[in-house]
């Protein structure tokens, strides 16, 4: 089975959450997407074996890979922008607002 597999990461900074989409396209034009996936948590026995969470078969460890270092990207400039937000509307903190000419 030929396919181009793609993950799209979106951050939604309102709520906080991370979406995730893996969507994989056949050489004949057909697209797939996994379906959601339950989070739920059980505890943890010490000694225990356990599964991994998420398993990635070859040719989805790449595109998934680089599509968490991309969002990783954008959440570090997202976090420099706000510091470069923050000075600039910080910068004159405990000193009166200057208006017009001086």
Do not use: C, W
Request: charged letters at 25%; proline letters at 5%.
């Amino acid at each position: 089975m030929d396919n181009n597999i793609k993950v799209y990461i979106e951050h939604q900074e309102y709520s906080g959450e991370t979406l995730i989409y893996i969507v994989s396209e056949t050489h004949d034009g057909i697209r797939r997407i996994v379906e959601p996936i339950d989070m739920v948590f059980r505890e943890l026995i010490e000694g225990q074996t356990t599964e991994p969470t998420l398993r990635l078969g070859l040719g989805y460890s790449k595109p998934f890979m680089q599509a968490f270092a991309e969002l990783q990207n954008e959440l570090t400039a997202v976090k420099y922008h706000l510091e470069d937000m923050r000075k600039l509307v910080f910068k004159n903190e405990g000193k009166p607002p200057t208006y017009g000419g001086g």
